[in-house]
């Protein structure tokens, strides 16, 4: 079944500076890669999301790239704030699989 | 909308109860599921369902039943409640496999 690595687990940044954020997945079938941010004390919530067909997207500060040869796509925040500072998921999965593949999360800390 | 609505919020059991996570949602979503979230962890899946009357097992089930009756509620059973299993537990729904799955805000389980 698929397998999503997911790195660094732990990330700080002073503000204004960027973040990028890595996984890798292992179904090479896997054609659907969303994002999600959890702030603390509420349940995940989608911040981008990129399906196979597509390279890279944009949604202002969020960018999200995708190499489906080397399996691994990625999370970019450009020009980080304090309220950036969270934990973020990343996912993947395929039309035929019932359900997300999660990774096992990283932690933004973004310091004024 | 009310989206993804979870109760209770809190709940403190004793080792030994039962008790019923109860999960609805107002979009029509076919998929739902129950994730648990230990301090500081990612999210593990317990199970989840693509349709009313059907249920499929997660990657941690055990401990836990579940049952979908109709396409709005998916309620979590949990029996004879063990310490093993206090967590965050997130009930969530989506159109499909291949789109934003949207969270309920949680219920803090503390079995003591």
């Known amino acids: 079944g698929e397998n999503v690595e997911q790195h660094p687990s732990t990330l700080s940044v002073q503000e204004g500076d960027s973040a990028v954020i890595k996984c890798t997945y292992s179904?090479?079938?896997?054609?659907?890669f969303p994002w999600y941010k959890q702030e603390l004390g509420k349940g995940p919530q989608l911040i981008i999301d990129?399906?196979?067909?597509?390279g890279e997207k944009k949604d202002q500060r969020i960018a999200v790239t995708l190499n489906k040869t080397a399996k691994h796509f990625s999370l970019h925040i450009t020009e980080t704030q304090p309220e950036d500072s969270a934990v973020y998921f990343c996912?993947?999965?395929?039309?035929?699989?019932?359900?997300?593949?999660f990774g096992k999360g990283t932690k933004l800390s973004v310091k004024p | 909308n009310a989206g993804v609505t979870q109760t209770p919020k809190f709940r403190i059991l004793k080792i030994g109860q039962s008790m019923t996570l109860q999960c609805a949602q107002d979009?029509?979503?076919?998929?739902m599921y129950w994730y648990r979230q230990d301090p500081g962890m990612g999210l593990k899946l317990i199970y989840y369902?693509?349709?009313?009357?059907?249920?499929d097992k997660g990657e941690v089930p055990n401990g836990y039943n579940v049952s979908r009756s109709t396409t709005e509620d998916f309620p979590l059973r949990l029996e004879l409640a063990a310490p093993s299993q206090t967590s965050v537990y997130f009930c969530?729904?989506?159109?499909?496999?291949?789109?934003?799955?949207?969270f309920g805000p949680g219920t803090r389980l503390t079995v003591t």
């Open positions: 369902s693509v349709g009313a009357g059907i249920t």
């Open positions: 990129i399906r196979s067909n597509v």
């Open positions: 996912a993947a999965s395929k039309v035929s699989q019932g359900n997300l593949i």
């Open positions: 179904d090479s079938a896997s054609n659907y």
């Open positions: 979009m029509n979503h076919n998929y």
């Open positions: 969530a729904s989506t159109f499909s496999a291949v789109y934003e799955q949207y």
